[in-house]
């Protein structure tokens, strides 16, 4: 017989993670800084070239992404177009943040390139053909496939948060050489 003299909770994984290292934070840095700096261009072109949006609503797979994008994206695209900045810069900000955010900011990123996957990039193509893939689905499946591992990460830090303890690691071990150099 148990006795349990208070609440108790278990804790036990679903899956394994591992804990967020070098590699596994450059990753999601890449990732980060992909939405970062492409959000302005959207703030630049919705303003100021929208058109070049157009093309997305032809490359599209499915008939209904095709007649949505001419219907309700394209009339409002400087709207929409700004929308999409904001979100990548979210995004982007949420990859770099900590544990459930960090997780957020992937799964957003992975299904916005999944959205892209059926919509396209814009290259003029004949759908379904191998170089319609290549040209318009070929990035975004293998960008949204790379995120995938980045799941198993457990990410205790901010990206902010680990580059400060990276430099308070590397100045502690360069004051434990110096003193050892005194010493001998």
Known sequence: MNDVSGPTTLRTPRHKQITAGNWTNAARLFFALWYLLGSPSHVFYGITNNQIYEIFGRTSIFAISRELWASVVMPHITFFALLLAVFEMTTGILILSKDRLARIGLGASVLFNLFLVQLGVGFPEARWSGRDFLLNRLFCSLFAFLQLPLFWVRF?????????????????????????????
Do not use: K, N
């Open 156 to 184: 205790d830090l901010s990206f902010p948060g680990f580059l400060r303890a990276r430099l308070r690691s590397r100045s502690a071990q360069s004051h434990i050489t110096d003193f050892s150099r005194v010493e001998g």
